[in-house]
């Protein structure tokens, strides 16, 4: 019996970890300067996010969270709500790392992922308020797609706290 499968199992908490970026001041896509490192996620059985999710003005924000799958090579993990221009949301969200769900017929569902490299963001396909249920082991960067009319960035800060099941 795993520790998640216990009749009684508890959440003791492991770690927390925040990054904060500004989202840019025109329309284009860019990546934040500040990263989660590598490996403070991977020892956790959960993990909650809590994000601060502020719009620019003048134009919607669409913020993903990108991890670290190999050496230059990045994949997306979360893609948030967009935010209108001017908006603030507090969004959280919880990631157990089961994998990502089947599909009612019994498949498992392909999910194209956006791609990018350390210098690049890539695409992403992703959709909006859509997540990979996994917990990363590599480095976690903010993705920024700041839309038309974009005038001003906003600060956005994401905190990722980490849970172990205690039997």
């Not at 790392?97 to 194209?112: H, L, R, S, V, Y």
Request: proline share 4%.
């Amino acid at each position: 019996m795993s520790k998640r499968e216990a009749t009684n199992p508890t959440l003791n908490p492991l770690c927390s970890f925040s990054i904060s970026n500004t989202s840019p001041s025109s329309a284009i896509t860019t990546i934040g300067a500040n990263q989660l490192v590598a490996g403070v996620l991977n020892s956790a059985d959960l993990v909650s996010i809590d994000m601060s999710l502020a719009g620019g003005t003048g134009g919607v924000l669409d913020v993903y969270l990108q991890r670290k799958i190999d050496t230059d090579t990045w994949t997306d993990w979360v893609h948030f709500n967009q935010a209108a221009s001017t908006g603030t949301y507090l969004i959280h969200l919880v990631v157990n790392g089961m994998g990502i769900t089947a599909t009612a017929a019994g498949g498992i569902p392909t999910m194209n992922l956006g791609t990018g490299t350390d210098a690049s963001f890539g695409f992403s396909n992703l959709s909006a308020a859509a997540f990979v249920n996994t917990i990363p082991a590599g480095p976690v960067r903010m993705v920024f797609t700041a839309g038309a009319g974009t005038t001003a960035g906003a600060v956005n800060k994401c905190r990722f706290t980490c849970y172990n099941f205690n039997t």
